[in-house]
C-alpha cells in the first residue's frame, strides 16, 4: 500500500513539474526562473531566415524569394540572381534591466545596437520576447542555450487590386557566453 501512494505521489509530482515547463522545447526541469535563464550574454550560433516579397499590379504577381543562412562565423545571403558571402560574430547582451546590447564584430569594422527587451506575451507564460523592436517565440530556454523563432507577413491591397505582401520566418540559435 505504501508503495502504491509513493507511486501516486511522485507521478503528481512528475506531472507538476512537466506543467511548469514553459516552452515546448524547454529542458524537462529548469532550477532558474525564465527571468534568470534569460538574463546573460549570448552569442549567436546559427540561424536560418528566408523572406518573400510579392507585387501585384494590373493582374500580374511576381514574387523574390531570398534566404540567409549564418553558421560558424559565415553567413550566406542568397537571392533569386545574386549570392554573397560574409565573415562575422554576432553577441546578444540581454541585461535584467530592461536593457539589450546587439553587437556585430566583422574583420573590418564593428556595429553596435542598444535597445531594450521585454516579455511580449503575459508575464506569467514568458513565451514570447520583443529584442530591440522585434518580435519572438521562444522556442527553447535552457541554462546554455536560447532559440528564437520569428514568423511576420504583411499583405496590403489596393482597391484596384494592386499590391504587396511580405513575409519573414526565422530560427535563431544562440549558446551562452561563460
Known amino acids: 500500500m505504501k508503495t502504491i501512494k509513493l507511486f501516486a505521489i511522485?507521478?503528481?509530482?512528475?506531472?507538476?513539474?512537466?506543467?511548469?515547463?514553459?516552452?515546448?522545447?524547454?529542458?524537462?526541469?529548469?532550477l532558474k526562473s525564465r527571468d534568470a535563464r534569460i538574463v546573460g550574454n549570448w552569442e549567436l550560433t546559427t540561424s536560418?531566415?528566408?523572406?518573400?516579397?510579392?507585387?501585384?499590379?494590373?493582374?500580374?504577381?511576381?514574387?523574390?524569394?531570398?534566404?540567409?543562412?549564418?553558421?560558424?562565423?559565415?553567413?550566406?545571403?542568397?537571392?533569386?540572381?545574386?549570392?554573397?558571402?560574409?565573415?562575422?560574430t554576432?553577441?546578444?547582451?540581454?541585461?535584467?534591466?530592461?536593457?539589450?546590447?546587439?553587437?556585430?564584430?566583422?574583420?573590418?569594422?564593428?556595429?553596435?545596437?542598444?535597445?531594450?527587451?521585454?516579455?511580449?506575451?503575459?508575464?506569467?507564460?514568458?513565451?514570447g520576447i520583443i529584442i530591440n523592436g522585434d518580435d519572438y517565440i521562444i522556442d527553447r530556454l535552457a541554462k546554455d542555450e536560447l532559440i528564437l523563432k520569428e514568423d511576420y507577413q504583411s499583405n496590403y491591397v489596393n482597391p484596384d487590386g494592386s499590391g504587396s505582401s511580405y513575409s519573414r520566418v526565422s530560427t535563431i540559435t544562440f549558446t551562452k557566453k561563460k
Open 90 to 127: 554576432s553577441t546578444l547582451e540581454i541585461n535584467k534591466d530592461g536593457s539589450s546590447l546587439l553587437r556585430n564584430v566583422y574583420p573590418s569594422e564593428e556595429e553596435t545596437e542598444s535597445g531594450t527587451w521585454f516579455w511580449s506575451n503575459n508575464t506569467k507564460k514568458k513565451t
Open 10 to 30: 511522485a507521478a503528481v509530482a512528475l506531472i507538476a513539474l512537466q506543467s511548469c515547463k514553459k516552452g515546448e522545447n524547454d529542458p524537462f526541469l529548469s
Open 48 to 88: 536560418y531566415s528566408e523572406f518573400r516579397q510579392g507585387f501585384t499590379y494590373d493582374g500580374v504577381t511576381t514574387e523574390t524569394v531570398n534566404s540567409s543562412v549564418y553558421e560558424n562565423g559565415i553567413e550566406i545571403y542568397k537571392t533569386d540572381s545574386y549570392s554573397d558571402t560574409s565573415e562575422y
